[in-house]
Nanobody
Framework: QVQLVESGGGLVQAGGSLRLSCAAS????????MGWYRQAPGKQRELVAT???????NYADSVKGRFTISRASVKNTVYLQMNSLKPEDTGVYYC??????????????WGQGTQVTVSS
């Protein structure tokens, strides 16, 4: 069974920083694309940033220049460094990963989500 577990959310003032981590565990052979999505109250889940196994990144326009996604492939872990946070960054942040596992082959997985709250 593959699991993605996020950590690092919390409450921060506008202009502050947070670093989210997401670790994939289980009978994993490799991880392909990984990323972060978020969902604000009353809104749909939206893409924040993604990173391929080769390290290519993609960001939502709203976070470009403020957020940085990175990964440690050996540890099947993806990070999201969030700087200059704004109140509109508030939401539940979900980790996503496309994982190749021993028993399930290639599948997409989601973490349980971690709350990020930015106060003004």
């Amino acid at each position: 069974q593959v699991q993605l577990v996020e950590s690092g959310g919390g409450l921060v003032q506008a202009g502050g920083s947070l670093r989210l981590s997401c670790a994939a565990s289980g009978s994993i052979l490799s991880t392909n694309g990984m990323g972060w999505y978020r969902q604000a109250p009353g809104k749909q889940r939206e893409l924040v940033a993604t990173i391929t196994s080769g390290g290519s990144t993609n960001y939502a326009d709203s976070v470009k220049g403020r957020f940085t996604i990175s990964r440690a492939s050996v540890k099947n872990t993806v990070y999201l460094q969030m700087n200059s946070l704004k109140p509109e960054d508030t939401g539940v942040y979900y980790c996503y990963g496309q994982v190749v596992s021993v028993y399930a082959g290639i599948r997409s997985y989601w973490g349980q989500g971690t709350q990020v709250t930015v106060s003004s």
